[in-house]
């Protein structure tokens, strides 16, 4: 049984990854293409109730450490119990929120550092590493203004901007730490021109039909 593919999407808030998650997730559905869909943190019971202990703004004394070893806890839980027996067992799966995520707000919006978080992600994934990660490049101001707004529900949302331009130049830098599995993809035009791209994307690295 030859080893599964493993995509992720990133981005900042706002910039439409839902959107974009959805409309692969149709994609495959017309092309007969079976694939494992998920959300960090969560996608699985118990890293679903770390999730609500995280992103619950009533934390708000919650230590920038704590918050990157929940994260990661739940990312833990998700490897083991998910993502890794669906790997070895072919099947692509496909992940809105990973390891980059990490680094961008915790690493450098949090400012733990690269060293920290690299630590973390390496004992999370070990030989688990996405084989592509699509992140949708724009920045938090272009992102609100866009959508008309900002969402402002919970812990992470609630932060400043200036905390959510940090976290975009954090995923810059993780572009430069990894720039042949990050593909930086512009939102900006419609929703179906940045849909095309990531399909033309995946199939050229041929991990999709
Ligand atoms: P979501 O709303 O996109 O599902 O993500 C939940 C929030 O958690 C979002 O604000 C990004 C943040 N987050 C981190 O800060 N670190 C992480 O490692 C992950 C996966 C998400």
Same mark, same amino acid.
């Given at each position: /049984?030859?080893?599964?593919?493993?995509?992720?999407?990133?981005?900042?808030?706002? $910039?439409?990854?839902?959107? *974009?998650?959805?409309?692969?997730?149709?994609?495959?559905?017309?092309? +007969? *293409?079976?694939?494992? =869909?998920?959300?960090?943190?969560?996608? +699985?019971?118990?890293?679903?109730?770390?999730?609500?202990?995280?992103?619950?703004? $009533?934390?708000?004394? /919650?230590? #920038?450490?704590?918050?990157? /070893?929940?994260? #990661?806890?739940?990312?833990?839980?998700?490897? &083991? *119990?998910?993502?890794?027996?669906?790997?070895?067992?072919?099947?692509?799966?496909?992940?809105?929120? =990973?390891?980059? #995520?990490?680094?961008?707000?915790?690493?450098?919006?949090?400012?733990?550092? $690269?060293?920290?978080?690299?630590?973390?992600?390496?004992?999370?994934?070990?030989?688990? /590493?996405?084989?592509?990660?699509?992140?949708?490049?724009?920045?938090?101001?272009?992102? =609100?203004?866009?959508?008309?707004?900002?969402?402002?529900?919970?812990?992470? &949302?609630?932060?400043?901007?200036?905390?959510?331009?940090?976290?975009?130049?954090?995923?810059?830098?993780?572009?430069?730490?990894?720039?042949?599995?990050?593909?930086?993809?512009?939102?900006?035009?419609?929703? =179906?021109?940045?849909? +095309?791209?990531?399909?033309? +994307?995946? *199939?050229?690295?041929?991990?999709?039909?």
């Amino acid at each position: /049984m030859s080893r599964g593919k493993f995509i992720t999407f990133e981005g900042c808030e706002g $910039v439409g990854k839902s959107t *974009q998650v959805n409309l692969l997730k149709e994609y495959l559905n017309k092309t +007969n *293409q079976k694939a494992m =869909f998920l959300r960090e943190p969560g996608g +699985n019971a118990l890293s679903e109730k770390i999730r609500k202990i995280i992103l619950d703004p $009533v934390n708000s004394e /919650m230590h #920038s450490l704590c918050e990157a /070893m929940l994260y #990661s806890a739940a990312r833990a839980q998700l490897m &083991e *119990q998910v993502i890794v027996p669906a790997i070895e067992n072919g099947e692509l799966v496909i992940c809105d929120r =990973f390891i980059d #995520s990490t680094m961008a707000y915790q690493g450098f919006a949090r400012d733990l550092g $690269v060293k920290t978080i690299t630590s973390l992600n390496e004992i999370v994934c070990g030989d688990y /590493m996405p084989d592509v990660t699509i992140f949708l490049d724009l920045p938090p101001d272009e992102a =609100f203004k866009r959508k008309g707004g900002r969402d402002e529900g919970d812990r992470m &949302e609630l932060q400043s901007l200036d905390f959510h331009k940090k976290v975009y130049a954090g995923y810059k830098k993780a572009v430069d730490m990894y720039p042949n599995r990050i593909v930086c993809i512009s939102p900006r035009g419609n929703k =179906f021109e940045t849909h +095309n791209s990531i399909i033309r +994307n995946l *199939q050229a690295r041929g991990i999709i039909k």
